[in-house]
């Protein structure tokens, strides 16, 4: 195998990892919800997750700001930048996390309002929200060190952090639910425990490097500040855009009847699946992409691009071929509802075609978080994000299918506005 391979495999492969032990997180605590004894429980942790999710998801640029910029720094081997990345991220995740503290009250009831929860289950949720949110430093923090670690071409570090947090979220969550009977009140208190401990052993694996101690007046400092807020920015701006394409399909299958919803719910949950690989090759390019940039060497940058595009070509094509042969098997392992399973099936082979159309919007994205390019990014999602309203106004005559034609071609167009977009650099 090539260097070049192994190094990519070497990133990818522990990021793979940790993006499938992720959701675990909210598998747990369904799991043991679904035996305290009444299903209302269990709509409030799906609701009390959901909120979390909205919360945290356009805060993600915390990671990905903080991957590309310690990478490039790795690459001029400047280890006096290194640590300013990752003690400023720091800083920030502490305030924005304090910040959400402090907001939560608000914060969780108009989330609730917005997702229309009933009376029942909103409380009970709202229960689980006022606990869980005292882990929101913990979480943004846990992201920042995640992205910082991946810089610095360590994707093993996130991977074990990952582990460890499902580990003690379990062990707690079963002691206080099972042990101590305290219901929604110990599924809370086990997530908020699984959180910091996650933070404390990012720490400690942190400190093998030995960061250099930077001054408060330093990370705060006008030019390398402003850069820092702008690639943030972009980032958090194109979450936005994918917030609302992801928001708008949910709310046009909902339209289209519970059958459907529920129909595209799980084919969605084969297009994840397929993301979670994905983004491993997407953290290969983010890391290694912006390694090759701090270093000055184009020539392996390209070289980089291009085994990236192949391994995503093999991946897609892939999962295209199961989705498309083996889809029916799979949609009657995820529901036994057999009006759902035939729903699905009509609209299966726009869920294959998916992983063909989204391959290279995954591919590019690493490579432009790795080179700070964000604004780049930024302006492609825009675009991608009008071809999708606009697709779907045009097709909304062919129902669902018209629906998931825009988002095929969202996912093409991003892919498409990145690589021309890298050519014209």
Known sequence: MRPLNREILAIALPAIASNITTPLLGLADAAITGHIGSAVYLGAIAVGGTMFNMLYWVLGFLRMGSGGLTAQAYGRDDGHAQAVVLWRGLLLAAVLGTALIALSGNAGAAALRFLDADGATASLAQRYFSIAVWGAPAVLGSYVLSGWFLGMQNARAPMWVALWTNVVNIAVSLALVVGAGWKIEG?????????????????????RYRPRRVGIRTLLQGGGLRRYFSVNADIFLRTLCLVAVTVWFTRSGAAAGVTTLAANALLMQLFMLFSYFMDGFAYAGEALGGRFHGA????????????????????????????????????????????????????????????????????????????????????????AMLVFFAAWFVSRALGNHGLWLAFCLYLLVRGLAEWCLYRRA
């Open 187 to 207: 599924v809370a208190t086990g997530t908020l425990t699984a959180q910091w401990t996650g933070l404390v052993i990012g720490l400690l694996l942190m400190r």
């Open 296 to 383: 000055g060497d184009n020539a392996s940058l390209h070289r980089l691009v291009g085994t990236l595009l192949r391994w995503g070509a093999w991946l897609a094509a892939a999962f295209a071929v199961v989705c498309f042969f083996c889809g029916g098997p799979l949609l009657r392992l995820l529901t036994d509802r057999p009006e759902v399973v035939a729903e699905g099936m009509l609209y299966l082979p726009w869920a294959a075609l998916v992983p063909l159309a989204g391959v290279w919007a995954f591919v590019w994205d690493g490579v432009f978080i790795g080179l700070t390019r964000t604004r780049a990014m930024l302006a492609s999602m825009a675009v």
